[in-house]
Nanobody, 127 residues
């Protein structure tokens, strides 16, 4: 069983930056992929960024490429999402997710491949 706890959300003005963190605990085995998803009010939960736990390969949704960076600190069991040049369209609840099965990696994370989820942290960007 994996527990994921996000933090770091908040309210910022357009053009600002935030860093989200996701602390993982409770698992005995490995996770193959870690990812960030987001869900705006009334919309689907979409993949934002992914990192392969083995190779370190990363992938991003087109809408965030060049602005967001995903990284992980294996020693701290923490996943990060550094967000720069934030836009009002980035406003959403951001969720951390982990995949415990291989074959999870895709250049944009796919929701169905992740079986552990955090509770989310809200990001609000004002214009």
């Amino acid at each position: 069983q994996v527990q994921l706890v996000e933090s770091g959300g908040g309210s910022v003005q357009a053009g600002g930056s935030l860093r989200l963190s996701c602390a993982a605990s409770g698992y005995a085995g490995s996770t193959y992929c870690m990812a960030w998803f987001r869900q705006a009010l009334g919309k689907e939960r979409d993949g934002v960024a992914v990192i392969s736990s083995g190779s370190g390969s990363t992938g991003y949704a087109d809408s965030v490429k060049g602005r967001f960076t995903i990284s992980q600190d294996n020693a701290k069991r923490t996943l990060y999402l550094q967000m720069h040049a934030l836009k009002p369209d980035d406003t959403a609840m951001y969720y951390c997710a982990a995949a415990s099965e291989p074959g999870c990696y895709a250049s944009t994370p796919l929701r169905g491949r992740y079986n552990y989820w955090g509770q989310g942290t809200q990001v609000t960007v004002s214009s």
